[in-house]
């Protein structure tokens, strides 16, 4: 057994032996631990469920206006947006030579809180979640007709339905949003979880959605005027307008060019946006609030650790005479410096390992409503580089808060000799 | 063991003078020695600088004048660190009171000699196959029963703490041990009971002893009787007939 060992042992014991008045120094350290480390995995988090839900598509091309709202719109429903773009752009644009794949999206009412997306068939074959994952159907099948609903995993748990269900959607997504009870619509299908918006939302095909609206104007019933759900066939069920049409390149080193030709197109003005250039507006945005919280987590670190130097400096005129007694045993000052300053080591380490594993209890236990109220999938992963670069930076934090009382230790050694005069 | 006569003397002080920083000198000793196996008892009223002479002797404090030397080493010719491990291989200490560390166990106190010199580790393997085994052979010399091994220290009562204290002085066989007033904290039935256990236990492990306290009575228990004041040159100058009677 090494003298360094030795050392290391005997600072865990004495302090165990003081663990009571520890304990709460071992609780800042948890706390400033979980929150630097949450704060850093919620930022990532945050950042790869937004990337994880765009990444194959290459264009989002919605009426002209802020490419970040339009895109949040889009592809997460979040926000609003200004303005459709006509159905007719829509289909010369998916005519490009250089367009692979569209997928339109229209948007605009909700069920129970949870937006309702209008797509058509492409959505199932072109749109790619993750690296290169299409959207599966665990239960029933794709809609094919007229007011056929396949909902997003945690529409279908949180709210309970199965495939043959009969649901209502409801105009808008406002507070106290309007029914559409006279078109009901049924389940036909249910998704696999992805951890994208996709899991919160319900999709049906465009020309349900303009069924369901046959009989509204500008957001209300047309008064005297109603079309029953068995005689919506009759009338012409191809959409006028869309929210956006998302759009896959054949080759992805071209959609700069498409991009100008897009918007400097004659007649409507039409913005076309690379997804990855709005979200990092987006993190560009969320940097500031992020450094503020990252400060104030460090400060509570700081002070954490200032906290853990005071105590153990508290505690080391009862400890004098204990140091004493292994001088006399042949220790070294510097031996005495290294226990003192071990012991808040000690305690750092421990500090990080719990605070790491409350943290990782915290994201098992609101990973779920994470996912559902902010769409935010959290995955558990294992400590990224960053991770272990803030670990790293309390270690050292802790280390630099144990050289304090190690070097008034020192002092004491070097003072007192065998017996310091009472 | 070999020939003593051919062995340096455990410790020698050779006109040595030392004061603490901003006082006046505390020590002056022309000449004191503890040959091997000798007991001494030194005997100096409190405040004469007893246990400063402790802290000479073990290497914490040097000396403004002359030479400390332990064995065939000269203090002052050694490093700081070369004294720290000096100390520890070659002295038991056993003090007044507070010898033990209270987040260890009666056992773990005793072996606690041997995380820190190895040279006393080894001897305590040699001496009975294991560190564990030395540590419990000096505990039941000492009349600690093997129900109290494994207490807390804080548990025992004062005369068995200092009984412990002596075990671990004792570990690793170093040749010198050096007990500061250790029965100044028991009371007078278990203070001569205390002198003769570590005596007899030093004895058998061959360590010199040096005695310091400023209760008389216990002198006639060793081989050789000082008293502090009759060391120096100027040490009798400076105690007034008041002080030596404390
Ligand atoms: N660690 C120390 N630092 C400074 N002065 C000390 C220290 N230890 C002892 N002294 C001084 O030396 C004097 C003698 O003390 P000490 O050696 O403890 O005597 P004794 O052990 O005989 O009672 C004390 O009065 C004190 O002033
Ligand atoms: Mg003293």
Do not use: C
């Not at chain 1, 421990?350 to 409503?369: C, E, K, N, Y």
């Not at chain 2, 081989?223 to 030596?244: H, I, R």
Request: hydrophobic fraction near 45%; aromatic fraction near 6%.
């Amino acid at each position: 057994m090494s003298r360094l060992q030795s050392l290391l042992i005997l600072a865990a014991k004495s302090a165990w032996n003081r663990r009571g008045t520890l304990s709460l120094v071992l609780l800042s350290v948890i706390v400033s631990t979980v929150l630097l480390l949450g704060l850093e995995r919620l930022k990532t988090q945050v950042r790869q469920s937004f990337v994880r839900s765009i990444a194959g598509t290459d264009l989002v091309i919605g009426a002209r206006g802020s490419s970040l709202q339009l895109v949040l719109y889009a592809v997460f429903h979040l926000g609003g947006a200004s303005n459709n773009m006509g159905w007719d752009k829509a289909m010369e644009i998916s005519q490009y030579p250089e367009v692979a794949w569209t997928v339109p999206i229209s948007l605009g009412d909700s069920h129970r809180g949870f937006p309702v997306v209008a797509t058509d068939e492409n959505f199932w074959s072109r749109y790619r979640i993750r690296r290169d994952e299409p959207v599966k159907i665990i239960q029933g099948r794709a809609f094919e007709d007229l007011f056929e609903a396949v909902l997003g995993s945690e529409v279908a748990a949180g709210l309970g339905y199965k495939t043959g269900d009969s649901i209502i959607l409801s105009h808008g997504g406002g507070e106290r949003p309007r029914a559409h009870d006279d078109k009901p619509f049924q389940v036909v299908g249910i998704l696999a979880p992805t951890g994208s918006p996709v899991d919160r939302s319900l999709y049906i095909n465009l020309a349900s959605m303009e069924a369901v609206h046959i009989d509204w104007r500008g957001g209300a019933p047309l008064p005297g005027f109603k079309v029953r759900a068995e005689d919506v066939r009759k009338f012409n069920l191809t959409p006028k307008s869309i929210t956006a049409l998302l759009t896959g390149l054949h080759n992805r080193r071209q959609v700069f060019s498409v991009q100008s030709k897009i918007q400097s197109a004659q007649g409507e003005a039409l913005s076309a946006v690379l997804p990855g250039v709005a979200l990092d507006q987006l993190f560009q945005l969320l940097g500031t609030g992020e450094k503020v919280l990252l400060l104030v987590s460090a400060l509570v670190t700081v002070t954490g650790l200032l906290g853990l130097a005071a105590t153990i400096l508290a505690g080391l005129g009862e400890r004098r005479r204990e140091l004493a007694v292994l001088r006399s045993l042949g220790a070294r000052p510097l031996d005495v410096v290294i226990l003192i300053t071990l012991e808040s080591l000690w305690l750092t380490v421990l500090g990080i390992l719990a605070g790491a594993a409350v943290l990782t209890g915290i994201l098992i236990f609101s990973g779920p409503f994470l996912l559902t109220h902010y769409g935010v999938a959290t995955e558990l992963t294992g400590p990224t580089g960053r991770e272990w670069l803030i670990a790293g930076g309390i270690l050292l934090a802790g280390l630099l808060a144990g050289l304090g009382p190690g070097l008034r230790a020192y002092f004491f050694s070097l003072n007192d000799g065998l017996n310091r005069p009472v | 063991m070999t020939d003593r006569i051919s062995q340096p003397p455990t410790v020698r002080l050779q006109n040595v003078s030392f004061a603490w920083p901003g006082q006046a000198p505390i020590i002056d000793i022309q000449e004191l020695t503890v040959n091997p196996g000798e007991t001494v008892f030194l005997a100096g009223p409190s405040g004469s600088g007893k246990s400063t002479l402790l802290n000479l002797i073990g290497g914490l404090i040097l000396p403004q004048k002359g030479d400390v030397f332990l064995g065939d080493l000269t203090l002052s010719s050694l490093s700081g660190p070369a004294r720290d491990r000096l100390r520890g291989d070659r002295i038991g200490f056993i003090f007044q009171e507070f010898n033990l560390l209270p987040y260890l166990s009666v056992e773990d106190n005793v072996t606690l000699p041997a995380r820190l010199s190895l040279l006393r580790r080894r001897r305590a393997q040699e001496a009975f196959g294991s560190v564990q085994k030395s540590a419990q052979a000096l505990l039941t010399g000492l009349d600690l029963e093997e129900s109290l091994w494994s207490r807390k220290v804080t548990a025992l009562s004062a005369g068995q703490r200092q009984r412990v204290a002596a075990a671990r002085a004792l570990l690793g066989r170093p040749p010198l041990i050096m007990a500061d007033e250790p029965t100044s904290a028991l009371d007078a039935d278990h203070r001569l009971a205390f002198v003769d256990l570590l005596l007899s236990e030093s004895r058998k492990a061959g360590a010199g002893v040096l005695f310091v306290s400023h209760d008389r009575s216990l002198a006639d228990r060793f081989s050789v009787s000082l008293s502090f004041s009759s060391l120096g040159l100027k040490q009798s100058d400076n105690y007034t007939p008041a002080e030596a009677q404390k």
